[in-house]
T-cell receptor, first 117, second 116 residues
Framework: GAVVSQHPSRVICKSGTSVKIECRSL??????MFWYRQFPKQSLMLMAT?????????EQGVEKDKFLINHASLTLSTLTVTSAHPEDSSFYIC?????????????FGSGTRLTVV | AQTVTQSQPEMSVQEAETVTLSCTYD???????LFWYKQPPSRQMILVIR??????QNATENRFSVNFQKAAKSFSLKISDSQLGDAAMYFC?????????????FGKGTKLTVNP
């Protein structure tokens, strides 16, 4: 149980275009979801926290207008990279908070490798 | 802000042997959660083990166990009978709560190599 599905797994886009990444909780309701960015051989860097029905909270240094996050339902959060540039190329991972009794923790999507050419 | 420190960028172990990965953290909270996550080459983050700070008993999951020293703010992971499939990046993480919100704070990770 508690599976998060993230799509696409890989995407290549042209510089200046936008790309949307979806994160779905398959068998539970995710009130809170998180978006991370991971550079090669580095740890996960939290970009923003999204709560269903409200605006996302962005970490310091993350451009809100560039990385648009929408969490319109309890099972779907999306990250849209707008006007992508090569420096946005990275591995993006979503995560959902689990709050069930005895099941507290976080489950992660399988990640999206974004390449901007 | 809470910080998580993993002082071992890389570790190696022989198959069937035991290895311990270190993690220390800094917090002023009294109740919190700590996690170890594994990230194999597929890059899927997999929960290895979870510890609730108010529980004095160290968490165990099959071959994985922790040595949780609350006063020392230490949370090491012991992998017994290491297997080739244990080779991965291991991240220690602390659940930070602040102003009604929460987030995971990760250490920089330890790359574990398992030698046959």
């Amino acid at each position: 149980g508690a599976v998060v599905s993230q799509h696409p797994s890989r995407v290549i886009c042209k510089s200046g275009t936008s790309v949307k990444i979806e994160c779905r909780s398959l068998d539970f309701q995710a009130t809170t979801m998180f978006w991370y960015r991971q550079f090669p051989k580095q740890s996960l860097m939290l970009m923003a926290t999204s709560n269903e029905g409200s605006k996302a909270t962005y970490e310091q240094g993350v451009e809100k207008d560039k990385f648009l996050i929408n969490h319109a339902s309890l099972t779907l959060s999306t990250l849209t990279v707008t006007s992508a540039h090569p420096e946005d190329s990275s591995f993006y991972i979503c995560s959902a908070a689990l709050t069930g009794e005895g099941n507290y923790g976080y489950t992660f999507g399988s990640g999206t490798r974004l390449t901007v050419v | 802000a809470q910080t998580v420190t993993q002082s071992q960028p890389e570790m190696s172990v022989q198959e069937a042997e035991t290895v311990t990965l270190s993690c220390t953290y800094d917090t002023s909270e009294s109740d919190y959660y700590l996690f170890w996550y594994k990230q194999p080459p597929s890059r899927q983050m997999i929960l290895v083990i979870r510890q609730e700070a108010y529980k004095q008993q160290n968490a165990t999951e099959n071959r994985f166990s922790v040595n949780f020293q609350k006063a020392a703010k230490s949370f090491s992971l012991k992998i017994s009978d290491s297997q080739l499939g244990d080779a991965a990046m291991y991240f220690c993480a602390y659940r930070q709560t602040q102003g009604g919100s929460e987030k995971l704070v990760f250490g920089k990770g330890t790359k574990l190599t398992v030698n046959p």
